[in-house]
């Protein structure tokens, strides 16, 4: 579906309200598939209790997992950047919470007995939805594709087995 939507995209059928409303939900299931696969390679080569796992925040994860594969900072520094923003977005996307709250109460105007809303700043990145674009979709999705092959490579070398995968989990970028 991924696929789908950015070509859509890429032949211009950018006024099909279809597609942009996909474009940011694409991006945030960019950052659960990496999710996905960080708990997948982390239970089969890491820790196979899903008790530990729950315990363990995404970061150490990852860290881990590298630290397991003999994959340097510097190898998994560009990739780290691009998952960082990724999960910024898909966090402000889905649990836009307030993080400020300007202190009140505020009124009506017609009715002083009738408290209104409370001006709030929800999204932590300023233009959250600026950042919606296929180049950005894109490079979610090749993020994803990037880290699976580096972990996968990496196990092969290491363990000389492949990650296993179901396909509901898996995500590829195929024609």
């Known amino acids: 579906m991924n696929i789908y939507f950015l070509e859509c995209y890429g032949e211009g059928v950018t006024d099909d309200p279809r597609v942009n409303f ?3 939900s694409l991006m945030a299931f960019s950052f659960f598939a990496i999710e996905s696969l960080t ?7 890491i820790q196979d209790s899903l008790k530990k796992i729950k315990d363990i925040d995404f970061k ?3 860290k881990e997992i590298n630290e397991q594969l003999n994959i340097s900072e ?5 990739l780290e950047t691009i998952i ?11 649990h836009s919470k307030p993080l400020k709250i300007e202190h009140g109460p505020y009124y009506y105007e017609n009715n002083s007995d009738a408290i209104g809303y409370i001006p709030t700043k929800i999204y932590e990145i300023k233009n959250l939805f600026n950042r919606v674009n296929k180049d950005n979709v894109q490079k979610f999705i090749e993020t ?3 880290l699976e092959e580096m972990w996968d490579k990496q196990c092969q070398k ?4 492949e990650i296993i995968f179901s396909q ?8």
């Open 144 to 146: 994803v594709n990037d």
């Open 168 to 175: 509901v989990m898996q995500i590829k970028n195929t024609p």
């Open 158 to 161: 290491q363990f000389n087995r």
């Open 39 to 45: 708990n997948v390679v982390y239970i089969q080569f």
């Open 74 to 78: 510097d190898e998994f520094s560009e």
């Open 84 to 94: 960082d923003e990724m999960k910024k977005f898909r966090n402000n996307l889905v």
């Open 60 to 62: 150490n994860k990852i």
């Open 22 to 24: 996909f474009l940011p």
